[in-house]
């Protein structure tokens, strides 16, 4: 039997209209959510990322400001402009767009940001807090995931999740907030042995170890909801992610496709934490 696809894009617009209304109730009270955007270069796919920024600001009805800085831009000046985002009022959120030029050290960046504006939910007090269990800025990523598992209506307390990949920005938090769930998480990498026996035990398996294809139906107990947050763009330019689909959907439970599964819920759970950020900067969070 072939598995029930995960529309991303379908649950995106579903929260995206939630936030308009919240927007709408806001703009009575004269707050609206602003987002700074910083783009270090002309990488053409984080150019794509940070339009997409701007489009989603503008059609939820958030002030905006995208700065598009030189790729030789100097760190001391991406700092200082980071800086006096952090003491703009109409600035509730600020995220510099990732990756960003070598000569730039990305902790530095991400540490300088204020914490309470910190919507990538990056910052290593965001990190912390989301590792105690405290109220926290959620990473975009992970928290779509999240959502994504909630829309299948599976319940996750008490459930397997095993977690492929233990990056600091995907792995790594997904497994927290899945735990948060209340799942029993097993985290698997690069250099787990057995992975297949593992893998085969979860009811929710979430991907994300940046290679295409990674993940085939060995890998899954038949049910099981998959997750893949792999975005690897192949050499006739398609992109794929790290499961693959056509041979996993045949036995999965509900399944995220590449591209319009995660994705999509990236941009939308960033413009979720900048409403966030706004409400908790006028005390109304
Ligand atoms: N500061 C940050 N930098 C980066 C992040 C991030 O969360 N914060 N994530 C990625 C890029 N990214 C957002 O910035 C992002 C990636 C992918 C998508 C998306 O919608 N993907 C589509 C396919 C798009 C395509 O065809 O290329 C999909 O999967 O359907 C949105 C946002 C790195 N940098």
């Known amino acids: 039997m072939t598995a029930s696809i995960i529309n991303g894009k379908e649950v995106s617009q579903e929260i995206r209209a939630g936030i308009t209304e919240e927007v709408k109730q806001l703009s009575e009270q004269g ?48 700092l200082a402009l980071v800086d006096k985002l952090n003491k703009q009022s109409s600035i509730n959120g600020i995220l510099v767009q990732l990756p960003l030029p070598k000569h730039i050290e990305e902790k530095a960046v991400i540490d300088a940001i204020a914490v309470e504006k910190d919507v ?32 299948t209506g599976l319940e996750m307390s008490g459930k397997h999740a095993v977690v492929i990949g233990r990056s600091n920005i995907v792995g790594k938090p997904v497994s927290l907030l899945l735990q948060r769930e209340n799942a029993t998480v097993t985290m698997c990498h690069s250099r787990t042995a057995n992975m297949k026996e593992i893998t085969r035990q979860a009811d929710i398996l979430v991907v994300a170890i940046g290679r295409a294809n990674f993940v085939d139906a060995d890998y899954v107990k038949p049910g099981a909801v998959v997750i893949d947050v792999g975005m690897n763009r192949l ?51």
Not at 120 to 133: E, Q, S
């Open 31 to 78: 707050v609206v959510p602003g987002l700074a955007v910083v783009l270090v270069g002309e990488d053409p796919a984080s150019q794509v990322y940070v339009r997409n920024k701007e489009k989603a600001c503008h059609d939820l009805g958030f002030y905006s400001e995208v700065h598009r800085l030189d790729a030789g831009t100097s760190q001391e000046d991406l």
């Open 120 to 151: 990538d939910g990056f910052h290593p007090v965001n990190v912390g807090n989301l590792v105690i269990g405290d109220d926290s800025l959620l990473p975009c990523t992970p928290a779509g995931v999240i959502e994504l598992i909630k829309r």
């Open 235 to 285: 050499d006739n330019g398609k992109l794929a992610g790290d499961v693959d689909f056509e041979s996993v959907k045949e036995v999965s439970g509900p399944i995220t496709p590449v591209p319009g599964g995660v994705g999509p819920m990236t941009i939308t759970m960033l413009m979720q934490n900048t409403l966030i950020a706004a409400k908790r900067a006028h005390g109304l969070a």
